[in-house]
């Protein structure tokens, strides 16, 4: 378990502050954010190589906010590896580690066990990587760090380390808190996610809550929103057919008008009057050529004004009376539906689609 | 249509190595010159010239001991300036690096106002039967104020190639500071402490101002050369000059070749 109380480091004249989230025993945490966020200073200050100057750090529920690296059970893997240079594979290995046993078991299973002799100067990227990983892995960490680890690899190779790291994190179940830039990673590993950014947390949770509903239009951008749109909400009479309360009877969540430019949306929100921002994932729009008659309450017509084709997904950009929005389709849809540039199409999606932040 | 190059254009390329060949010039003639015309009598001498032998051997000796000591206190005093942040690190440094820029006589005498005899230092220094003048002791003192901030100022170079997160990576895996330092640092900078301690030997070993200042007996080779000088003039100080630019010439070949400078440019890869 990893546990962040406004938490405060400095590095030079950077610093990240106030940063609070928790990573539950066994999770894999994902630390999101773009370069200069504060990611790697974050990671380094809960290994313990940078001294945390205000708050609180729990790891496995021993306090250490300042105890010493060597006494967090923890382990780190950058980026760039950095592997011993004076030593070789086995000997990197076993740097750590908690017995010899160990260290030839993690040697075989990774494969590094005929290149165990070499200096890990020769060896090639993927190679690097793979014996950092080890190395952590050797030590029996409670709590591993990995700072953006896949982010030097091909894509082939990224496929395979993050394979063989997921393998052994299922089997060990320790503790995992990665850094990466790639919203994409965040999603397919993460079962906490947290975004920082200028060294503060903009939003913290399950990684599809901050997909779904991010907190903030940079949130919500950061992490590949297609449709981001700034306007005005406006709450619909609480006597209207489609007010609403919410299960939490704190919550009321109201039907909201939201109006951007020329279009008006339709929303459900607990949202204070006035401006505000709407975001709507492409996947939940939804293409027609004729207008349909669904239950679906945002319905527009637009014109095709881009087609980007990207494997099995294309991405349609429609002009919506001047407002671009982004539909993200299978690409037999699109041929289906023969969409080509400037050629008029129906756009719908749910209430429910449109985040208000 | 091609573009000619322009005969003004090599005029700089000419200029410059005109400079260059006249300085090069200026550093090795003297030395050359040295050596031509007193090297092969001060290698008989290195058989027949007692005297000379053991100031050799005395310097070397000297030289050898104020590095080792140097080696030993200055290699925390550098790695602090290297990895320390604290306040104050710009005044040490400075503090460090002056007895690089003061004379070298000046040296002498501010070790003398401090370790004489009727000093406070230099009184408990004597309850150890040791003393600054006419003694192999103010020798490795004298070499070692003057070489001490070279050997410094190149080791915490050599710390400051080796990143700190070396260093960080061996404490999570469990290693204590010093033993981050042991299992890591050290054998990461070796070769650079190494070419430190042989910048700090051959400064050591060819130091004249401040020792002459504080022991003119037992000689050193410095002193002896200096002393032949005056007594026999020119013709009895080439024999003995020409030697020690020979002598020199050991640690530097030592230090190219740590530093793996074969004289070839390295390849890009």
């Keep these: ?357 | 249509m091609t573009a000619r190059p322009s005969r003004l254009g090599a005029v700089p390329t000419v200029l410059a190595s005109l400079a260059a060949s006249l300085f090069l010039l200026f550093l090795v003639a003297p030395l050359a010159g040295l050596v031509g015309t007193g090297g092969v009598a001060g290698m008989r001498l290195l058989f027949t010239d007692a005297e000379l032998r053991s100031a050799l051997v005395l310097t070397a000796l000297s030289a050898t001991l104020a590095t080792g000591i140097g080696v030993v206190g200055a290699t925390p005093v550098a790695y602090a300036l290297a990895r320390g942040r604290f306040r104050g690190r710009a005044v040490v440094s400075a503090i460090i690096d002056l007895p690089l820029l003061i004379p070298h006589p000046v040296a002498g005498i501010a070790l003398l106002l401090v370790l004489a005899r009727g000093t406070p230092l230099g009184e408990a220094l004597s309850v150890f039967g040791a003393r600054i003048t006419g003694s192999v002791f103010g020798i490795v003192c004298a070499m070692l104020f003057v070489s001490a901030p070279l050997f410094v100022s190149a080791a915490r170079e050599a710390f400051d190639r080796v990143d700190p997160r070396f260093e960080g990576v061996a404490r999570t895996l469990g290693d204590s500071r010093w033993a981050a330092l042991r299992r890591v640092t050290l054998p990461l900078a070796w070769r650079g402490l190494l070419a430190a301690a042989i910048v700090m030997w051959a400064r050591a070993v060819s130091e004249f101002g401040a020792i002459v200042i504080l022991v003119y007996h037992p000689r050193v080779a410095s002193v002896l050369s200096y002393e032949r000088f005056t007594t026999e003039g020119l013709k009895g100080a080439i024999p003995v000059a020409a030697i020690l630019v020979l002598l020199a010439l050991v640690p530097l070949v030592a230090l190219r070749a740590l530093r793996g400078d074969g004289g070839l440019p390295s390849r890009r890869r």
């Design chain 1, 1 to 357: 378990m990893i546990a962040l109380e406004g938490v405060t480091a400095r590095v030079g004249d950077f610093a990240v502050e106030d940063v609070s989230f928790d990573v539950p025993q066994g999770a894999y945490g994902i630390v999101i954010g773009p370069t200069g966020a504060g990611k790697t200073t974050l990671v380094e200050a809960i290994a313990g190589l940078v001294p945390i100057t205000g708050g609180r750090l729990t790891l496995g529920g021993t306090e250490v906010t300042h105890a010493p690296p060597e006494r967090r059970r923890l382990s780190i893997v950058y980026q760039h590896a950095y592997l011993f240079p004076h030593l070789t594979v086995r000997e990197n290995v076993d740097y750590g580690s908690d017995s010899s046993r160990t260290t030839v078991e993690l040697l075989e299973r990774f494969g590094l066990a005929e290149v165990a002799g070499r200096n890990v100067r020769v060896l090639s990227g993927g190679e690097r990587q793979l014996v950092a990983l080890a190395r952590a892995l050797a030590r029996r960490p409670e709590v591993l760090l990995l700072d953006e680890p896949f982010a030097a690899l091909d894509p082939r190779r990224r496929t395979s380390v993050r394979r063989e790291l997921r393998t052994i994190y299922f089997e060990r179940r320790f503790t995992v808190l990665q850094v990466t830039h790639d919203f994409h990673e965040a999603g397919l590993l993460g079962d906490v996610a947290v975004v920082l950014e200028r060294g503060r947390v903009l939003q913290a949770g399950k990684p599809e809550d901050l997909f779904r509903r991010p907190a903030s239009p940079a949130v919500a951008d950061f992490l590949g929103a297609e449709n981001v749109f700034a306007g005005v909400a406006t709450p619909i009479r609480d006597e209207a057919p489609d007010w609403v309360q919410s299960p939490d009877a704190d919550t009321i969540e109201h039907a909201v008008a939201f109006t951007t430019g020329a279009v008006t949306l339709y929303a459900l929100g607990h949202i204070i009057p006035g401006t505000a921002h709407a975001v709507i994932r492409a996947d939940d729009v939804s293409l027609s050529r004729t207008p349909v008659s669904t239950s679906v309450r945002n319905q527009f017509r637009g014109r095709v004004m881009d087609i980007a084709p990207a494997g099995a997904i294309t991405r349609v950009t429609l002009d919506v009376s001047g407002l671009p929005l982004v539909a993200a389709v299978t690409t037999r849809s699109a041929q289906e539906l023969q969409l080509a540039p400037g050629a008029e199409v129906y756009a719908a999606f749910k209430a429910t689609a449109v985040h208000l932040c």
